[in-house]
């Protein structure tokens, strides 16, 4: 045939020989080709869409330089998106991470630091923050600006959490006893606890 395969009936032995004669002769002329003509060993050249060459390390510096001026103008238009406000908090962020850079790894529950910015900070949900604004708005320095009115009248009958009662109270209990209950099993139980401590350290 053309190709210089064998034709008619043949065998799977002899259809392999046949195959593995014609890649050795395509390999064998291959290496004797000339290298202008089959390529080989060439740089790969690298063209534009007008098929002009391009310097492969020219290209990366230009896409390089281009990545650069857009991130440069996202950045600018990030900034003058910004307001004053915006501004002044990624300052004192910045600020703090400084602060933060330059002070010891380990933090205890006592850090004076630590315990005044969770005293200053102010929530939108603390019913008490009005008490502790100024004229201004800002935290005032020392006592409260506005102080509430305190009972005076007769002792208040004890509770566990003691809170004390509203000023505009008019002395009467109206609770069900269960607090007074609850102070008297507490106090009994200290009492027992107390004495079988006592009669097990006469037993010594």
Known sequence: MSSGAKAGLQTGREVAKTLRERQEEQRRRFEQMDHRVSGRGAQTVHRDRRGRRVDEAEEQASEA???RKEDEAAMREM????????RREEEERRKRAREERDRPF???ADDPEVNRALKERMRWDDPAARYHLGEEGGRTKGKARKTMPVY??????????????GYRWDGVDRSNGFEKKLLENRVSREARSKE???????DL
């Open 79 to 86: 900034e003058w998106g910004k307001g004053r406000v915006q």
């Open 106 to 108: 380990a933090r205890y």
């Open 65 to 67: 330089e281009k990545r």
């Open 152 to 165: 005076k009248g007769p002792a208040p009958p004890p509770n566990r959490f003691g809170i004390r009662p």
């Open 196 to 202: 079988a401590h006592r009669l097990n350290m006469g």
